[in-house]
């Protein structure tokens, strides 16, 4: 029976989402943005590359402010890992743009030149953090560094493809109207 019990309970706290799982890092007028600008690869990864600047910002704006010292840590936090998860939705939309062959060239030089902003904010927000701060969110920071890395090397090698693609006019300006 003590078995049956916690086989029971693990397995409603395996389906059980945690509430990291639940929190969007977009809020709804961002959400409204990326649905309007789904047909516009260029517009969509500009307006991914504002969000993920508007996070940066704000934990600029975070450290600045005296005010916070005591919930700083935790807002650093969650703002790298919302930080973090746009650069994944990012990732996610070169793939499939890439996938239907998708004009995206403006928005990938765009994301390759945030790439190189956002790894320097990321460095210094590293060096510049007190030690307690930083052992509260250095794991997710470390996370949020390898995704712009690993972005960065994504999007550049997706915008050679790009080009040798466009030199062959094989790619589409407007996503529903594309032939696959």
Not at 92 to 112: F, P, Q
Not at 128 to 133: I, W
Request: proline share 4%; net charge negative; charged share 35%.
């Amino acid at each position: 029976m003590q078995c049956a019990i916690f086989c029971f309970a693990f397995l409603i706290g395996c389906a059980a989402p945690s509430p990291a799982q639940r929190r969007d890092p977009l809020n709804e007028k961002e959400i409204d943005e990326m649905r309007e600008s789904a047909d516009w690869p260029d517009k969509r990864l500009e307006l991914m590359v504002q969000f993920a600047r508007e996070r940066m910002n704000k934990i600029d704006q975070l450290r600045a402010d005296a005010k916070n010292a005591k919930d700083r840590p935790m807002q650093v936090h969650d703002l790298l890992e919302d930080f973090t998860a746009i650069l994944d939705e990012i990732e996610d939309n070169v793939e499939m743009y890439a996938s239907h062959k998708a004009d995206m060239r403006k928005g990938l030089t765009l994301t390759i030149e945030a790439s190189s902003e956002w790894q320097n904010k990321l460095r210094r927000l590293k060096d510049q953090s007190p030690p307690e701060e930083l052992d509260q969110y250095s794991f997710v920071l470390t996370n949020a560094s390898e995704a712009v890395s690993d972005m960065g090397d994504d999007t550049r090698k997706e915008l050679q493809e790009q080009n040798e693609l466009a030199k062959q006019k094989k790619l589409v300006k407007i996503y529903s109207e594309r032939k696959d």
